[in-house]
């Protein structure tokens, strides 16, 4: 997911909106209060916003600046400056190191190059629907490009009777067979949870399907690749979209080394908390990054995340009993045996 999608999405928005330049666009957008020119004005504002962003990188809040469409005349203009803006955007996302993360609200307060690309698809495509509605014009964006929308920022979307359809309810603009209408909703970009020297970076769907059949997952692995259980545990993860029961803070996350970028292991959840409030834990590393303390350093930033939530209790791992390393791992982050089998130990951490 970047630029070339990010211009796909707007070439494919300004030949419609183009042949209706003539229109009164003084008309509402669909089911916005906004008029169908504010809405193109809207795209613009939001395509630069993320272009600033990925550029400055601040970690707190938007870069402190507007701009204005006084000097437009008439809706042509306007969509001359949608045009510049998300050429902007997509040479933002071009220029942005894989790791670059900049501050976005919603909902774990950053998102990384591949977030601010797909939500500038999603400004576009969701608008230029609006606008078409206002002006009676017929819109229906490519199939991949709400796929690509849908399997990075809307993790907990079930995927429904095709990629558009699903993208418009989930956005409160259409309907599904046996869904309730979506009144209030948000897209998630993924967390991100920091340790001393790696990041654990959650895995969307879209990289969970690529790990899961023999790729990277868009992550620049150390010598020899994602262990097979990281593997395992992303087939998982697309099990879960695909049943519409993922929740994206109890997924998969890759383990990203601070010095290089590189990525030397997974972690994860096997699912969310249940009724008592207790999580199962699991991890590997890569053969070439086994025996630095990565896991264990992964597994204490963790678990502090998970622990100072409402919902989480406790924390399990489940270890064969012949796995001395593992073993080793949860003892060091203050995991305790709390039971097990002829073939494993299981051992808890208590909030």
């Known amino acids: 997911m970047g630029g070339d999608q990010v211009e796909q999405a707007v070439a494919g928005a300004l030949v419609p909106l183009r042949a209706a330049e003539g229109r009164d666009w003084e008309v509402d957008a669909g089911r916005l209060e906004w008029s169908c020119r504010r809405t193109a004005e809207h795209i613009a504002s939001d395509l630069i916003a993320y272009a600033a962003q990925l550029a400055g990188r601040p970690a707190d809040r938007y ?11 008439g809706p042509a203009d306007v ?19 894989r790791e670059a993360r900049a501050f976005h609200p919603y909902p774990f307060r950053s998102a990384n190059r591949e977030g601010f690309a797909a939500m500038g698809v999603a400004e576009v495509l969701l608008h230029t629907h609006d606008i078409a509605e206002g002006l009676g014009l017929s819109y229906e964006p490519p199939a991949e490009l709400c796929e690509d929308v849908l ?26 067979p046996d869904r309730a209408p979506q009144d209030d909703w948000r897209w ?23 790990l899961n059949t023999g790729g990277t997952g868009g992550f620049e692995w150390i010598g020899g690749g994602p262990f097979e259980g990281t593997r395992d545990a992303a087939g998982m993860l697309v099990k879960a979209y695909e049943a519409g029961v993922h ?15 590189r990525a030397v292991g997974g972690m994860g959840f096997h699912g969310a908390p249940d009724d008592e409030g207790r999580a199962e834990v699991g991890y590997d590393l890569a053969e070439a990054a086994r025996g630095s303390g990565y896991a264990t350093e992964a597994l204490n930033a963790l678990s502090a995340w998970a622990l100072a939530r409402e919902d989480v209790t406790s924390l399990i791992a489940t270890v064969d009993r012949d796995n001395s390393p593992s073993r080793a791992v949860v003892t060091r982050a203050g995991f305790t045996l709390s039971g097990g089998n002829e073939e494993n130990h299981v051992y808890e951490l208590r909030g």
């Open 247 to 261: 929740r994206p803070e109890f997924g998969v996350f890759v383990l990203v080394r601070r010095e290089d970028g």
């Open 79 to 97: 969509l001359d400056v949608v045009e510049a803006t998300g050429a902007l955007l997509a040479a933002a996302v071009r220029a942005a190191p």
């Open 188 to 210: 998630s970009n993924n967390l991100v949870v920091p340790a001393e020297r790696l990041t654990l970076q959650g895995v969307t769907p879209a990289a969970a399907a690529d």
């Open 63 to 73: 870069v402190p600046f507007d701009i204005t469409f006084e000097d437009c005349e």
């Open 151 to 176: 399997t990075r920022i809307f993790p907990h979307v079930r995927p429904g009777p095709g990629h558009w359809r699903t993208l418009l309810w989930a956005t409160g603009r259409g309907d599904l």
